[in-house]
C-alpha cells in the first residue's frame, strides 16, 4: 500500500525545507507553519499581509544562493537563525527590533550573489520581511495548496534527466509517497485522496519553474529541470507534483501514513 515517506515545511518562503515527522494540514488548504514568512520586494504591488506571486521577492528561482544557507525557525518563539556553513548570519526574532536585523543580514547576502533580482533594481530596496511567523499565506498558489510526489516519479525523472542522486529538495513539496507506478498521482487530478486521516482533493499538476535547476547543496544552477521533463516525457509544460485541498477539517499527516484514493 502507498504510503508517507517524508514530510516537509518551509517556514521562509525560498528558503530550506524543515523535516518533519508529522504536518497538520489546515481546513483551508494549508500546511500549518509552511510559508509564514516571505522576503518581499520594496515594490510588491500588495500590502504585506496579503499574497502575491513569489517573483516579488527573494526565492529560489531568482536567487539560487539561497540553497547554500542552513534555515531554522522557531515557530513557538518566533525566532529565526539562518546559517552558512558555521558562520551564522543572524539570529533573531521576527518580532520587534529583530526583523530589521533579519533584513539587513539578508540583504547583504543576496546582494553578494553573482545571480540575484537586485542588480539594477533599487526599486527593490529595502527588502522586508512580511509574514506574522504564525499563520502559512505565502504558498506559490494564491488557494495556497498541499503539495506532493512519489519516489517512483522522482526516480523516473532522475533516469531521464540523468542524475541518479536527484534531490527531491529541488521540488519544495510537502509530502512524499512511495508505492505506486511513477507519474501515478497525475492521474489522480479531480479525485479524492486519503492520508492517514486527512481527506484532500487533487485538484492541480504542480508546474515547476527556475528553483528547479538549483542543486540544492551547492546553490549553483547545475541541471535543466524544466527543458528535461518538457523533452522527455512530452510536457507542454514542466510538472512534476500535484498541489492538493482540504477535503473537511484537515488533522495530522505523519510519515508511514497510508495512502489511498477515495471512490
Given at each position: 500500500?502507498?504510503?508517507?515517506?517524508?514530510?516537509?515545511?518551509?517556514?521562509?518562503?525560498?528558503?530550506?525545507?524543515?523535516?518533519?515527522?508529522?504536518?497538520?494540514?489546515?481546513?483551508?488548504?494549508?500546511?500549518?507553519?509552511?510559508?509564514?514568512?516571505?522576503?518581499?520586494?520594496?515594490?510588491?504591488?500588495?500590502?504585506?499581509?496579503?499574497?502575491?506571486?513569489?517573483?516579488?521577492?527573494?526565492?529560489?528561482?531568482?536567487?539560487?544562493?539561497?540553497?547554500?544557507?542552513?534555515?531554522?525557525?522557531?515557530?513557538?518563539?518566533?525566532?529565526?537563525?539562518?546559517?552558512?556553513?558555521?558562520?551564522?548570519?543572524?539570529?533573531?526574532?521576527?518580532?520587534?527590533?529583530?526583523?530589521?536585523?533579519?533584513?539587513?543580514?539578508?540583504?547583504?547576502?543576496?546582494?553578494?550573489?553573482?545571480?540575484?533580482?537586485?542588480?539594477?533594481?533599487?526599486?527593490?530596496?529595502?527588502?522586508?520581511?512580511?509574514?506574522?511567523?504564525?499563520?502559512?499565506?505565502?504558498?506559490?498558489?494564491?488557494?495556497?495548496?498541499?503539495?506532493?510526489?512519489?519516489?517512483?516519479?522522482?526516480?523516473?525523472?532522475?533516469?531521464a534527466l540523468g542524475d541518479s542522486g536527484l534531490s527531491e529538495h529541488r521540488f519544495r513539496h510537502n509530502i512524499v509517497i512511495e508505492g505506486?507506478?511513477?507519474?501515478?498521482?497525475?492521474?489522480?487530478?479531480?479525485?479524492?485522496?486519503?492520508?492517514?486521516?486527512?481527506?484532500?482533493?487533487?485538484?492541480?499538476?504542480?508546474?515547476?519553474?527556475?528553483?528547479?535547476?538549483?542543486?540544492?547543496?551547492?546553490?549553483?544552477?547545475?541541471?535543466?529541470?524544466?527543458?528535461?521533463?518538457?523533452?522527455?516525457?512530452?510536457?507542454?509544460?514542466?510538472?512534476?507534483?500535484?498541489?492538493?485541498?482540504?477535503?473537511?477539517?484537515?488533522?495530522?499527516?505523519?510519515?508511514?501514513?497510508?495512502?489511498?484514493?477515495?471512490?
Amino acid at each position: 500500500m502507498p504510503q508517507v515517506v517524508a514530510l516537509y515545511r518551509y517556514p521562509l518562503k525560498g528558503f530550506t525545507p524543515e523535516h518533519c515527522s508529522a504536518l497538520t494540514v489546515l481546513p483551508e488548504g494549508r500546511v500549518a507553519g509552511d510559508r509564514v514568512l516571505a522576503l518581499r520586494f520594496a515594490n510588491a504591488p500588495v500590502a504585506d499581509d496579503r499574497w502575491c506571486r513569489k517573483y516579488e521577492g527573494v526565492v529560489l528561482a531568482n536567487t539560487p544562493g539561497l540553497a547554500r544557507l542552513q534555515t531554522r525557525y522557531d515557530h513557538e518563539g518566533r525566532q529565526l537563525r539562518i546559517a552558512l556553513g558555521e558562520r551564522v548570519l543572524v539570529d533573531e526574532s521576527v518580532e520587534g527590533p529583530g526583523r530589521q536585523r533579519i533584513v539587513e543580514a539578508l540583504t547583504e547576502y543576496v546582494l553578494g550573489q553573482d545571480e540575484n533580482p537586485l542588480k539594477g533594481h533599487s526599486e527593490r530596496l529595502p527588502l522586508k520581511l512580511v509574514g506574522d511567523g504564525v499563520t502559512p499565506r505565502y504558498q506559490d498558489n494564491e488557494a495556497g495548496q498541499v503539495t506532493l510526489h512519489s519516489r517512483e516519479t522522482l526516480a523516473s525523472a532522475a533516469a531521464a534527466l540523468g542524475d541518479s542522486g536527484l534531490s527531491e529538495h529541488r521540488f519544495r513539496h510537502n509530502i512524499v509517497i512511495e508505492g505506486v507506478v511513477a507519474w501515478e498521482e497525475l492521474s489522480w487530478l479531480g479525485r479524492r485522496l486519503r492520508i492517514g486521516g486527512v481527506s484532500m482533493d487533487v485538484v492541480k499538476p504542480k508546474t515547476r519553474c527556475l528553483a528547479t535547476h538549483a542543486n540544492p547543496d551547492t546553490g549553483e544552477r547545475d541541471l535543466q529541470v524544466m527543458q528535461g521533463l518538457m523533452k522527455s516525457f512530452n510536457q507542454a509544460q514542466s510538472t512534476l507534483g500535484v498541489g492538493m485541498l482540504t477535503h473537511g477539517p484537515g488533522g495530522e499527516v505523519c510519515v508511514g501514513d497510508s495512502v489511498g484514493l477515495i471512490p
